[in-house]
């Protein structure tokens, strides 16, 4: 979040549970809410002014039986960054990747360490999803070295930033959002490695004039499926795949997609239900 004026919507959950949330968070970041937490038996939500539209709010909300009401509260203007950079303890991967803000102090220093500063784009590195595809990156680090990348829906561009330092050739970071592209585009340069992060606005349609030898999509699971027939076009043979963004449950329908165009299984990872699968696409 910047200094705009935000909406705070607190929703009352009954009865509530952790995993009611993570769902209805999903949801809502479509609207777009672009940050969260839980207040047993409350959900809050945070949305710029101007985006806030309590009709959409309702209909989401319509399908959760467990919403029995909520309240939207203004949010006087104040210095989100500096809110967030205040709270947000340094982050680190299996003891080789470090994220922290840029108002750390002291955070541990590991082989790879990445400053981010979120503005209001979605990733710090704390969701599960993340976390696990950072865990799988450090995996194939060897199809990352010297090798075109494409961080998709690239928040603030966390993924884009490891492949850089990891040795990728060049990384190519999209998101449908402009202030997450603007955020990647800030983060790459902080990070020192904005001649090898190009960063652009824009959806799947972006990939038709690119191949790449790893693709990173960390997205809504319906987003995932439908535009798995471009990832499958632009990923070389051989190339991996890593798919995240969904809960287990949905594991299923993002397998047959991708098997339906064939991309390979090559290992799922699970953390508090949230699910990451690496593919691979045939050589010949």
């Not at 937490?37 to 949305?47: A, D, G, H, S, V």
């Not at 865990?135 to 561009?157: F, N, P, W, Y």
């Not at 329908?253 to 239900?273: F, I, K, N, P």
Request: net charge negative.
């Amino acid at each position: 979040m910047n200094s705009q004026d935000y909406i705070e919507v607190s929703i009352r959950l009954e009865p509530f549970s952790e995993a009611l949330a993570e769902v209805l968070m999903a949801e809502l970041s479509e609207l777009p809410y672009d940050s969260f937490q839980t207040e047993e038996p409350f959900l809050k939500c945070y949305i710029q002014r101007e985006d806030y539209q309590a009709g959409a709010l309702r209909v989401v909300l319509s399908a959760f039986p467990e919403a029995k009401s909520f309240e939207a509260t203004l949010l006087p203007a104040q210095n989100w960054n500096k809110e967030w950079e205040d709270s947000f303890k340094s982050l680190v991967v299996d003891g080789k990747v470090t994220i922290k803000s840029p108002a750390a102090k002291s955070a541990p220093r590991t082989r790879f360490n990445i400053w981010i500063d979120p503005g209001m784009a979605f990733g710090t590195g704390s969701h599960h999803t993340t976390y696990m595809m950072i865990q799988r990156m450090l995996g194939i680090e060897a199809s990352i070295k010297g090798h075109s990348v494409l961080d998709m829906g690239c928040g603030t561009a966390i993924l884009g930033i490891l492949a850089a330092k990891m040795g990728a050739r060049k990384v190519f970071a999209v998101d449908i959002d402009a202030v997450a592209a603007r955020s990647a585009w800030g983060n790459a340069r902080w990070n020192r490695v904005g001649s090898r992060i190009e960063t652009a606005c824009g959806d799947a349609s972006l990939l038709q004039a690119g191949s790449y030898d790893v693709i990173l999509a960390n997205i809504h699971r319906n987003i995932l499926i439908q535009d798995m027939p471009t990832y499958s076009r632009s990923l070389r043979k051989g190339g991996r795949i890593l798919l995240s963004g969904f809960y287990e449950q949905d594991i299923p329908a993002v397998a047959e997609a991708a098997a339906s165009y064939g991309l390979t299984h090559c290992g799922t990872s699970l953390r508090e239900g949230w699910a990451c699968i690496e593919y691979k696409k045939a050589s010949a």
